[in-house]
């Protein structure tokens, strides 16, 4: 399989040094935003697209049992970067609760396809109530 270069704008849009052009996210950086940006949308956030939403603020104090809440979440996950982002292939869904501090961590190991050396990413988002 041939490697290819992966590229995305940067989301702060903050100008690189040199060219003062917007930076530019590469390769596994450019995923890693993208899987962070998909897992973080809600529903209508995406125009013309409404219902791509994993639904994390939603579920975020729900009075689940944790492996109850562990399962959908992961379900919910899986079913969004396997339709949404189809240049990974998931290696494992980790999510963890942190009740003192409100928080719930997802952790998400994955592999680029377009690799011919598959190594595992991790990418780790926080979601935590604001007030």
């Known amino acids: 399989m041939s ?21 530019i996210k590469k390769n596994v950086d450019a995923v890693k ?7 973080l949308l809600e529903e209508f ?10 639904g994390l603020k939603e ?6 049992p944790t492996p109850i809440l562990q399962d ?3 379900r919910k996950i899986d079913y969004i970067i396997s339709t949404y982002e189809t ?12 009740y003192d501090k ?3 961590q997802i952790g998400i190991t994955f592999t680029l396809k377009n690799e ?3 190594t595992p990413q991790n990418l780790q988002i926080n979601v935590e109530r604001i007030r």
């Open 116 to 118: 011919n050396q598959k």
């Open 72 to 74: 959908i979440i992961s």
């Open 102 to 104: 409100n928080i719930l």
């Open 87 to 98: 240049r990974v292939e998931l290696v494992k869904i980790d999510v963890q609760e942190i």
């Open 45 to 54: 956030d995406k125009p013309f697209n409404p219902k791509i939403d994993v």
């Open 3 to 23: 490697q290819f270069n992966i590229t995305d704008i940067s989301n702060d849009f903050s100008p690189n040094p040199i060219t003062g052009d917007i930076s």
């Open 33 to 39: 935003q993208s899987l962070r940006n998909l897992l």
């Open 59 to 64: 579920i975020l104090f729900e009075n689940f």
